[in-house]
């Protein structure tokens, strides 16, 4: 029974970002999230949507990139799979007075219920588990209100 224990809890403890939420934000401090944003808005704009509608941050962690995209005038809505972060990012949310929806969810398997026509999925990285290799898109337009959010998954040999 205590293999059992065990084992359960290092299976959680492995998930991608279980142990790095306390230090994200540190770790992240040399990327310039505005210029980011920025890019982004811009990007948007070019594509003909309006910089100020709906959009869906795939992997959203301590929501940094959220905040900024509620203030540059989106309607954010942030999903991720660890709790933690998402608490970091609800506060951050709040002491920026931001309009952000937050969300945990599994971006593998996570259907969103409205349409965005814009999904991004920033700093989310790339992982290796058994059998699978992931990884994200870093944005894309016209996000379908049916499907997983983004993810490409190919089958490795085990």
């Known amino acids: 029974m205590i293999n059992l224990l065990r084992d359960r809890a290092h299976a959680r403890d492995c998930r991608p970002f279980s142990q790095i939420p306390p230090y994200y934000d540190r770790l992240m401090k040399d990327v310039d999230y505005e210029q980011w944003a920025r890019y982004l808005v811009d990007l948007v704009r070019r594509a003909g949507l309006p910089a100020s509608g709906d959009l869906l941050d795939l992997g959203c962690g301590t929501g940094t990139f959220a905040v900024l995209l509620a203030r540059a005038g989106f309607t954010v809505t942030g999903i991720?799979?660890?709790?933690?972060?998402?608490?970091?990012?609800?506060?951050?949310?709040?002491?920026?007075?931001?309009?952000?929806?937050?969300s945990e969810g599994d971006l593998r398997s996570f259907a969103a219920r409205n349409q965005y026509p814009v999904a991004v999925s920033l700093f989310a990285g790339r992982w290796r588990r058994a059998g699978c290799s992931c990884s994200t898109s870093t944005a894309s337009t016209r996000w379908p209100s049916t499907g997983t959010a983004g993810w490409r998954c190919a089958r490795t040999a085990a």
Not at 82 to 100: G, T
């Open 80 to 102: 991720d799979s660890s709790p933690e972060m998402l608490r970091i990012a609800r506060d951050k949310a709040a002491r920026a007075r931001a309009k952000v929806r937050l």
